[in-house]
């Protein structure tokens, strides 16, 4: 019978994951965070509110779709807003930007208590069960809409750079319904080498948005970005793009370029709830997209992609910014070629 990851000795863990370094060719210290994420998964698929919840963003193109060759380590995860709040959002959804407001307000107020008073004491209790050897505490900035629960572990690996933390950090929304979204089985990385087939690593069944839908989402932030005459440190945020042209590489793009039905959902949802100074949505994906930035603003992404590679948070030889750059102006171009009937 396999052996539990997280019944290993701190030493034979280590080994384990230096073995499946040499094998896959990744630090150590990411596979380990790596394997932290696969639990973190894991309870949440045991949690009482575990089916409400569904897993997106960039490590759900990583773990899930299986569509993106880099280390994502924070867990993005949309809380169905009428099942979190059924009182104000009932079945519906609102009908004008004052009433999201007033939805949004309740609905962030509850959070911040939610993630202390539940979602905290689940996973102290997963980590308990599970002999996880993991720290759990709430991070809740309420004004700035900011919902972490963050797992800190004893990394037995030395990290490879100061980029990754060994902190896993769960960001909880509660202002979407997670559709679509399809059920994916998630597991360790480190699983993959034949090798260490008696130990048993964290694995998850759990919801995942589509990624014709997570395409969109990224897209149109990354049309906010390029709007921005001003903005704050970039670190990390150059994996935007890097998704987008891997999203493009897969076809995924295309099919969801084409499905315009999408796209305007996504556009109703962020002019509703993430409204941004002088950027319009719905202008957006009807044909004004812009995800290739000008001037300070590239020059950032630049830097901090630059900085992603020497982290070594790409699998394999990655792209050069220029080439990514030049996949999603195509994607731009495809984008509002295909919204405007071109």
Not at 222 to 239: D, E, L, M, P, Q
Not at 288 to 313: K, T
């Amino acid at each position: 019978m396999a052996e539990a990851f997280f019944e290993l000795t701190p030493t034979d863990r280590q080994e384990a994951l230096e073995i499946a370094s040499q094998y896959l060719g990744r630090p150590a210290d990411l596979l380990e965070k790596d394997a932290y994420v696969a639990w973190a998964l894991s309870a949440l698929e045991r949690a009482p509110f575990g089916r409400h919840v569904v897993f997106k963003g960039g490590t759900s193109l990583s773990k899930a779709h299986r569509v993106i060759d880099r280390f994502s380590e924070d867990v993005d995860l949309t809380y169905d807003l009428r099942a979190f709040a059924p009182d104000v959002a009932g079945d519906g959804w609102p009908r004008s930007r004052s009433q999201a407001k007033a939805w949004t307000a309740t609905i962030q107020a509850r959070l911040g208590d939610w993630v202390i008073a539940e979602a905290v004491p689940w996973y102290r209790r997963m980590a308990e069960t599970d002999g996880a050897p993991v720290r759990v505490e709430a991070s809740v900035d309420v004004p700035r809409n900011s919902f972490d629960l963050l797992l800190h572990y004893g990394p037995t690996s030395p990290s490879a750079s100061a980029y990754v933390a060994p902190t896993v950090k769960l960001e909880f929304g509660a202002r979407g319904t997670g559709e679509p979204h399809a059920q994916h089985t998630i597991s360790s990385d480190a699983a993959d080498v034949p090798v260490l087939a008696a130990i048993a690593f964290p694995t998850a069944t759990v919801s995942v948005l589509t990624a014709e839908r997570t395409f969109w989402e990224k897209a149109t932030a990354a049309h906010v970005y390029a709007h921005r005459t001003a903005f704050r440190g970039a670190r990390g945020f150059a994996r935007h793009w890097y998704d987008l042209a891997r999203l493009h590489a897969a076809g995924i793009a295309e099919r969801a370029i084409a499905d315009r039905s999408l796209a305007q959902q996504v556009a109703d949802w962020k002019t509703l709830f993430f409204r941004e100074p002088g950027v319009d949505y719905a202008d957006a994906v009807a044909g004004r997209l812009q995800v290739v930035p000008q001037g300070d603003a590239l020059d950032a992404l630049r830097e901090d992609y630059a900085a992603m590679r020497v982290a070594g948070l790409f699998f394999g030889t990655a792209p050069t910014f220029e080439r990514i750059m030049s996949v999603c102006a195509e994607i731009q171009g495809n984008a509002n070629d295909s919204a405007s009937g071109s």
